[in-house]
């Protein structure tokens, strides 16, 4: 089940992050993250449209949409990774917004393939300037031609 993100659903949400982005970035030092929370939590979540999945009764994924394009979080509980839920919350960015924007770290190849799958094709590389790992720049715009 999808719905909008609500204000009790904050701390299971920050928890799952924290997991699941430690997780899914074992090159970057937990510190990094730890860091970055209050910036999740106080400025980017409020700042966001988000989406929560629940299949468990619990709060097994996200996906935050900031400035109307730019996917700023797609986070799914381990467990729950490859039962469609990632593709069950992307395909809801997509069904609300024309054209998405996205930056994954190169060395997270399952989240690249994955955004991959779902449309997404690569505008550029960078090094992020934090951690100093290179970060792809992904796009996906809906087909207009089937209109």
Do not use: C
Request: proline share 5%.
């Amino acid at each position: 089940m999808i719905r909008q993100y609500q204000p009790q659903d904050l701390e299971p949400l920050m928890n799952l992050w924290l997991t699941t982005t430690t997780e899914a970035h074992p090159f970057i030092d937990v510190s990094h993250w730890r860091i970055s929370e209050p910036l999740i939590r106080n400025v980017y979540l409020p700042a966001a449209t988000t989406w929560v999945y629940s299949h468990s009764g619990n709060i097994d994924g996200f996906i935050s949409v900031m400035e109307q394009q730019f996917v700023g979080a797609l986070f799914v509980r381990r467990s729950e990774q490859g039962k469609g839920a990632g593709k069950a919350l992307m395909r809801q960015a997509q069904e609300n917004y024309p054209k998405l924007l996205l930056e994954v770290y190169q060395q997270n190849q399952a989240a690249v393939g994955f955004y991959q799958a779902m449309g997404f094709s690569t505008a550029s590389r960078q090094p992020h300037p934090e951690t100093h790992q290179i970060t792809l720049i992904m796009q996906w715009m809906t087909d207009l031609s089937q209109y």
